[in-house]
């Protein structure tokens, strides 16, 4: 390998290597996002089904895909609802909670921003529950690295149960808890 070649090699897997470890990214502002200060600690396990909602209340599946996020380490994806979080993945899993009945406000945001890169990095949706509904949605994280710099994005929309079932059964479920 010629010395052009290697400096190639070594700055792209430098740059491969940062993105996601930097300051946290401020989601203030949005009606359903919690405190940017709050971290969590995120473990996954193999997916569970059969999940159902709670008497009187909703379900909901936050799905998190991360298969257009060209680097690593993943991010960690806050779930806020209502102005709260109420737990966090990581990499490409789903967490799922119960919900009351009525309007609710749905936040994705990264737990740590992005180095370089312009883009989102949060993202919000709001939809109205009813007892015993259960809905899907996904957050899509794209980090693209193009030419000297990189684009990052975060989407959060409402998934089609069938294709959300697909999703869930192969993806790991994430249980999340607050870092002291």
């Given at each position: 390998m010629n010395g052009t070649a290697m400096k190639v090699l070594v700055l792209s897997t430098a740059l491969f290597s940062l993105p996601v470890l930097a300051q946290s990214t401020?989601?203030?502002g949005l009606p359903g996002c919690g405190d940017a200060s709050s971290k969590f600690k995120v473990e996954n396990f193999g997916g569970?089904?059969?999940v159902q909602p709670d008497a009187g209340k909703a379900l909901v599946y936050f799905i998190e895909d991360d298969s257009n996020f060209g680097s690593y380490p993943k991010p960690t994806t806050r779930a806020g609802l209502d102005g709260k979080w109420v737990g966090a993945t990581h990499g490409s899993s789903y967490l799922t909670f119960s919900v009351d009945p009525g309007v609710h406000h749905l936040c994705s945001s990264w737990q740590l921003g992005v180095i370089l890169g312009k883009g989102h990095q949060t993202a919000a949706?709001?939809?109205?529950?009813?007892?015993?509904?259960?809905?899907y949605f996904e957050v899509k994280n794209t980090f693209i690295l193009a030419e000297s710099s990189a684009i990052t994005d975060v989407t959060l929309k409402p998934l089609d149960s069938d294709e959300a079932r697909l999703l869930v059964n192969?993806?790991?479920?994430?249980?999340?808890?607050r870092k002291d």
């Open positions: 401020d989601p203030a569970r089904q059969g949706a709001h939809f109205t529950a009813e007892a015993g509904g259960v809905y192969k993806l790991p479920l994430s249980v999340s808890r």
